[in-house]
């Protein structure tokens, strides 16, 4: 079993909709979990990261995770043309390792 | 503030043949991490330092591919003898934080060095 597991996509949503991006991991230890975005041909960046219960927002981006189920979702409100990219789950490992998953791709239509 | 930066960016060359990859961290940043990151997948743990230290190498595969941080600043990458299967692109990252401390979990990712592997 791979330590992080993606919907695979990709995912294609017209301007306006909502975008769900969904994430399952294999260490229940882990505490510390991240969206990475990457646009193509560039390096990952962290747009968001949650360490606890709950939702967590932060302007059009919203990250949930639950702990017992293992699970983080990423939700962009509003989408815009200019949020299509590869969107990587990250977790910590109890070995502090960040382990990434393969990433959806996102396309926003106009 | 200068980002990681990395070279080369792309590098073509034959299999069994050689290459290194250079990496500059981000002043002040004790951690420092080679990913590689294959078409379509999530960048993969190769190699962390802390300072001079490779805390956690164990994803290296060390049969060809060595690495150094001898001043704990820049690293470099190499890989000896090439395969095909090493086509990828080497994500160099820089972080200030340590084992052990409360951080925020952000890496700061260079542009990465594509290598084309014929």
């Known amino acids: 079993q791979k330590e992080v597991e993606q919907n695979s996509g990709p995912l294609s949503v017209p301007e306006g909709a909502i975008a769900s991006l969904n994430c399952t991991y294999s260490?229940?230890?882990?505490?510390?979990f991240f969206w990475y975005r990457q646009y193509s041909g560039k390096s990952p960046e962290l747009i968001m990261s949650?360490?606890?219960?709950g939702d967590k927002e932060d302007g059009r981006f919203t990250a949930q995770l639950n702990k017992a189920s293992q699970y983080v979702s990423l939700l962009i409100r509003d989408s815009q043309p200019s949020d299509s990219a590869t969107y990587l789950c990250?977790?910590?490992?109890?070995?502090?390792?960040?382990?990434f998953g393969r990433g959806t791709q996102l396309t926003v239509w106009p | 503030e200068a980002g990681v930066v990395q070279s080369p960016r792309y590098k073509i060359i034959e299999k069994k043949q050689p290459v290194a990859f250079w990496c500059n961290p981000i002043?002040?940043?004790?951690?420092l991490y080679w990913y590689r990151q294959n078409l379509g997948q999530g960048p993969e743990l190769l190699i962390r330092?802390?300072?001079?230290?490779?805390?956690?190498d164990s994803q290296l595969p060390k049969d060809r591919f060595s690495a150094e941080r001898l001043k704990g600043v820049d690293s470099t990458l190499k890989i000896q003898p090439a395969e095909l299967g090493d086509s990828a692109v080497y994500l160099c990252?820089?972080?200030?934080?340590?084992?052990?401390?409360?951080?925020?979990?952000?890496?700061?990712f260079g542009e990465g060095s594509r290598l084309t592997v014929l």
């Open positions: 949650i360490y606890s219960n």
């Open positions: 990252a820089s972080s200030p934080w340590m084992s052990g401390e409360q951080n925020t979990g952000e890496l700061f």
């Open positions: 260490d229940r230890v882990s505490q510390s």
């Open positions: 330092y802390e300072n001079e230290e490779a805390v956690d």
């Open positions: 990250a977790f910590y490992s109890a070995l502090g390792r960040l382990y």
């Open positions: 002043s002040g940043h004790n951690t």
